[in-house]
């Protein structure tokens, strides 16, 4: 089975954002070598794993990508964070049909 990727709609959903996620150097080159282009997905050592999975997608010609604006560690009262909760189970769930 074959998909175009121009066809594709992509959903990006809650997720830690930049303003919360910091992590060490060798986790931020990590995320950052599953990229080409590096440029705005990160400050210092902040990195936005949301647009890191944008850009993964826009890298193999998906263009209709949504991402959602809220952070769960800033919004906890919304969602669930791993890392704002100390490493809660707590965990989202997305259900996909065709
Ligand atoms: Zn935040």
């Known amino acids: 089975m074959e998909s175009n990727p121009s066809d594709i709609i992509a959903l990006i959903g809650p997720a ?7 992590v060490g150097e060798d986790v931020k080159e990590k995320l950052l070598d599953t990229v080409e282009s590096q440029d705005g997905l990160y400050n210092g050592m902040h990195v936005d794993l949301k647009l890191i999975n944008a850009r993964q997608l826009e890298e193999i010609g998906v263009n209709k990508i949504d991402i959602c ?10 969602f669930y964070s791993y890392r704002k909760e100390n490493g809660t189970k707590n965990r989202h769930l997305a259900v996909l049909k065709l």
């Open 16 to 22: 830690i954002s930049i303003c919360c996620y910091e």
């Open 69 to 78: 604006p809220y952070c769960t560690s800033c919004n906890n009262d919304l």
